[in-house]
């Protein structure tokens, strides 16, 4: 099976910076997403690993590590905009293109 | 910028209905993908379709489910008889390749089964 874990909801404040934790367990790895869904709205791309190490895109960098499992984001210089969810998806087997979600993590960007 | 669209945005059924929902991918993309999101849960994978053919499935994805590509554009999800359960946002995603390429969304059809 597939398992992903997120934290449910984080807290943070405007101008500070966050990192969302994320781990997984799953049959086969071929990359890891995180994506950003603000509430009714449609997920969109944020970033991909699927090496160790990280990946910075201005203000949001990722990070992951294979052996452990394990991925973060890092969101720098919060802007109240930020406030959304942030879902974490595991490109699974070789030769599969669907992802499996973990159950996202709400942040909500105080001021 | 190219956008993945969905039709209807919300639609209400009553049960034992059949719902056809539909998408435009992004015109050069090559995979297609539904996903459902029941309220407050997470994302699902639905189906995957490439090359005019189901590529994965879920087994969400039962016989009461089916996909279509109509045309050279649209591509649809059947649902063939609601039930309460189907109720969900129901998003299309598209992806140019497969491998590290991103899946782009829809806004997303909300289904409700009465």
């Known amino acids: 099976g597939q398992n992903i874990d997120q934290p449910t909801e984080m807290t943070a404040t405007e101008g500070a910076i966050v990192q969302i934790n994320c781990t997984y367990q799953?049959?086969?790895?071929?990359?890891l997403f995180w994506y950003q869904q603000h509430a009714g709205e449609a997920p969109t791309f944020l970033s991909y690993n699927v090496l160790d190490g990280l990946e910075e895109k201005g203000r949001f960098s990722s990070f992951l590590s294979r052996s452990k499992g394990y991925s973060y984001l890092l969101l720098k210089e919060l802007q109240m905009k930020d406030s959304a969810s942030y879902l974490c998806a595991v490109r699974g087997e070789d030769g599969a293109n669907n992802l499996f979600f973990g159950t996202g993590t709400r942040l909500t960007v105080i001021p | 910028e190219p956008e993945v669209t969905q039709t209807p945005s919300h639609q209400v059924t009553q049960m034992g209905q059949e719902v056809i929902l539909r998408c435009v991918p992004i015109?050069?993309?090559?995979?297609f993908y539904w996903y459902r999101q029941i309220l407050g849960q997470k994302v699902e994978f639905l189906v995957s379709f490439y090359n005019n053919e189901i590529s994965e499935k879920s087994e969400i994805f039962d016989d009461q489910f089916s996909v279509e590509r109509p045309d050279g554009s649209n591509f649809t999800l059947k649902i063939r008889s609601t039930k309460l359960e189907d109720s969900a946002m129901y998003f299309c995603?598209?992806?140019?390749?497969?491998?590290?390429?991103?899946?782009?969304f829809g806004q997303g059809t909300r289904l409700t089964v009465v």
């Open positions: 015109s050069n993309h090559l995979y």
């Open positions: 995603a598209s992806s140019r390749t497969g491998g590290r390429a991103e899946a782009f």
């Open positions: 799953t049959s086969g790895f071929n990359g």
